[in-house]
C-alpha cells in the first residue's frame, strides 16, 4: 500500500510546532544563562542531611557525633549536639563565647571556616594575639529564642562560658510547639531535618526529584518571586505577643548571666535587603534592641558593619535562592561583636 503523500497544511504546521519547540527552548536557556548571571547558580545538596532527634526542653537536637552537609560542605556535630570540634577538658584561661543563635550562626550554607564563631576567633586572635580566645557554635537551624535560652540552660555548665551571645533576627518570634516536637521524635526517633521525616521511601524519591528541579536557576528564582507574591504579612497581633515572649526571655537572659557570673550580649542580625535600604524588620530589630538595653544587656547591632563593607557591592553577600549570609557577610557580624568583647 503507498503511503499517500503530506498535504501542504500538514507540513507546513509540523515545521511550524519544531520551530516554536526550538525558540522555546532558546529562550528558556537565555533565561536560565541570564539568572545565573544575575543571580547566581543554585547550590547543590548533598547527603546525608541534618538528622536531629528529640530533646525534651528544646524541641529538638542535632544528633551527636554525627556528619551531614549543608549543601557541599561537611559539618561535624561534636559529643554536645552542636557544630565544631570537642570542648578540651580543661578549659584553661581562654576567653570563651557560647554563640546561641538559629541557622545563621550554625552557618548554613557555609564550610567550618566561615561562619561567626569560626571568624570570632581569627578576629580576636589578630585583636589580642596573647589571649586564648574560643567561640562555641551553638547555633542550631531553625531555633528561636526559647529554644536558644533551653539550650543555654542544659549545656552551660559544660561549656562554662565567660560570655554568652544571643543572636536574634526577626524570624525568632516564629515558634515550635516543644511538647508535639517532642511526641514526634519520640515516636519516629531521628528524622531527616530538611524533610521532617526519616530520608526513604517515597521522601527520598521526591527529595532527589527536588534536587534535579534545584539545578535551575530559573526554576528556583520563579518559585522565589511566587513564594513572595503569595506569602501573607504576620499581623501586628501576631509581633506584640512575640515582643510580650521576648521580654520574658530576655528577663531569663540576664537572670542566668546574673547567677553564673557572665556577660550577656545581645546582638542584632539585620535582613539582608536592610543593607541597602530601610526595611519593615528594622523597626522590629530596633525595637528588639531597646528591650535588650533596657534589661541591662549589652547590645551589638551587626548593620553598621554590614553597611560598611557591602552597601556598595554589586550584589548582596546571601547565598543565591538561600538568603543565608555567604562567609564575608559572616565575617562582618563577627567584627561588631569582637569590637565589643576584645577592644
Known sequence: ?????????????????????????????????????????????????????????????????????TYEHEVRVNSLGLRGPELPAEKGAELRVLCLGDSLVYGQGVADDQTIPAHMERLAAARRPFQPFRAVNAGVRAYATHQELALLEELGPQVAPDVVALFWYHNDFEERDIAATVAKLEKSGPITFDVSDPLEGWLLVRWQLEQVVRKSALAMELFDVVRARTGERMPNEFFEAGFGRLDGYLDRFAAYAKQHGVRAVFVRVPDAQSIRRATEFDALDHRAMELARAKGLEVVDALPELQRDFASAPALPVIPYDGHFEGPANASIARAVVALLVP
Request: a positive charge.
Open 1 to 69: 500500500m503507498v503511503e499517500a503523500p503530506r498535504t501542504p497544511r500538514r507540513s507546513k504546521l509540523r515545521r511550524g510546532c519544531i520551530a516554536s519547540s526550538i525558540s522555546l527552548l532558546v529562550a528558556l536557556l537565555c533565561a536560565e544563562l541570564f539568572v545565573r548571571s544575575w543571580i547566581g547558580a543554585p547550590r547543590a545538596e548533598r547527603r546525608p542531611l541534618l538528622l536531629v532527634r528529640a530533646n525534651k526542653t528544646r524541641g529538638f537536637e542535632m544528633v551527636p557525633n554525627h556528619v551531614h552537609y
